[in-house]
Structure formats: C-alpha cells, structure tokens
C-alpha cells in the first residue's frame, strides 16, 4: 500500500459535500489532511472532520486583496502543513491507487526536484473529454518550495527549483451536470472578468466564444468525445466571451 506519511494534503473547499467524500476517501492512509473552507454552508466541515482533516477557516485577506482569486487561500493552508512534502488537491478531484503509488515511491526516494507535475483527465457527464489536453498540473511539491503568487484565476504556481513530472493521472470530475456549470459561471466570471481585457465590442466577445469552442472543438479534437465533447466546448467557449464581455459605461 502507498505510505504517505510523508506528505500533507491540502485543499480548499466551499460547499463541496456532493464530491467532497470521493476526493477524501481517495486519500492514502497516513497523510495529515488540511482543509481551508470558506463559509461553506452545506455539509462540507462535517465530512471533511469524518475523514480525520483538521478544518481551518481560509485567510480571506489575500484572496479579497487579489480581486477574490480564491487559489491564494492554499498558501496558509502550506504554511500550517506539518509534514515535508505537500500534495495540492480539489474536492472536485480524485486520486487513482496508480498515482498515490507513483506519489509514495517519487517521495520515498528523494529524487532532487523542488516539485512534480502530472496530468488531469477532465471527466464531463462522467467521461473524459480531452478538450484541455494533458492538461498538467503542479501538484506534488517540498513544503517552502511554492506559493500561489498571481491575481489570475487558476494561474500555475510558483515554484523554488526544478519541476519533475509524473506519470499517472489525476482524476477531475469537472462538469457532472448543469448545477456545475451554472455555480462556475457564478463564482469564476467575476474574477475573471478583473483580470481580463474587454474585447472593444460584443461582435468582437461573440466571435471569441465562436473561435474558442472551434478551437477546443477541431484543435483538441473533443469532438471526438461524443455529445460530451461537443457540449463542454460550447461551454468553454461561452466562458471565455463572457469574460471578455465588453464593460457597462
């Protein structure tokens, strides 16, 4: 079994019950499990108390100071991990025994890497869509070697030494119906929209949702995927003209 005594998994959370239970019970045991929450009202504390993670509420002073990029909110998160490597989680997400294996015997041996990325496989409707490619992630990475620095939404973090990569994948069930897509409209445009320019009219936002979804389309091949493809690059595409979307004067 993987030994992840090593390492502590951090993971912010709001209102997550509905996948919260997948992403912890995937965790090896042995690893001290940090969970920042911010406000959730549903059942989120108590699940995450139930897998044995110490709750702390998010420091929401850098992630107001950043326009309500929430990413920012690990950073207290790995300061307060005990342990001397960190694993960056989703509650959205959810490790393969592959990966966690991968994981243990990457940290057991010490190779001399500040941190490692790996691959996401995005599930839509339950099925992997490869709109976004390999879609790599760092996730893995020695405590004091990262933080999350950038005002944009979802910007990689920064990391102190050379990056290695891993081989497995990490499971995202990004999109599991339309509640998901309507609560990420929700919480992500508005800090989107702070960090992006406005295109000049709404022909121009319009032709952008038009370009991206053929881009994810044709250029990563989603169609490929079935209906699931199709749909999640007319989603993508929406998102991205939106966030453009020209200002109210």
Known sequence: MSDWSPISVVMI?????????????????????????ADSTDQTVPIARSFGA????????????AGG?????????????????LFILDGDEQLVPALAEEIAATVRTGQDHAAYDLPRRNLFWGKAVRLLGEDRQIRLLRKGRGRYVDRCLHCPIRIDGP???????????????????VRRFRR??????????????RHAALRHILRM??????RQEAWRD?????????????YHGLAQWPRKK
Not at 14 to 37: H, Y
Not at 192 to 200: K, L, V
Not at 213 to 218: D, G, Q, V
Not at 226 to 238: N, P
Request: glycine share 6%; aromatic share 6%.
């Open 69 to 85: 990029n929430f990413d920012l909110a690990r950073n207290k998160a790995m300061e307060l991990a005990r342990r001397d490597w």
């Open 163 to 181: 990056v290695g990569h891993l081989l497995h994948a990490l499971i995202h069930h990004n999109v599991t119906g339309l509640q998901d897509v």
């Open 13 to 37: 959370t709001r209102n997550a019950s509905a996948t919260l239970p997948v992403a912890l019970g995937s965790i090896p045991a042995g690893a001290e499990i940090i969970v920042a929450d």
């Open 226 to 238: 079935g209906w699931q493809g199709v749909l999640a690059s007319c989603i993508f595409g929406l």
């Open 213 to 218: 979804s053929r881009y994810y389309l044709l």
């Open 188 to 201: 992500y445009l508005p800090i989107e929209r702070q960090t992006r320019a406005p295109a000049a009219s």
């Open 54 to 65: 110490r709750v702390i509420r998010q420091d929401q002073d850098p992630v107001a100071a």
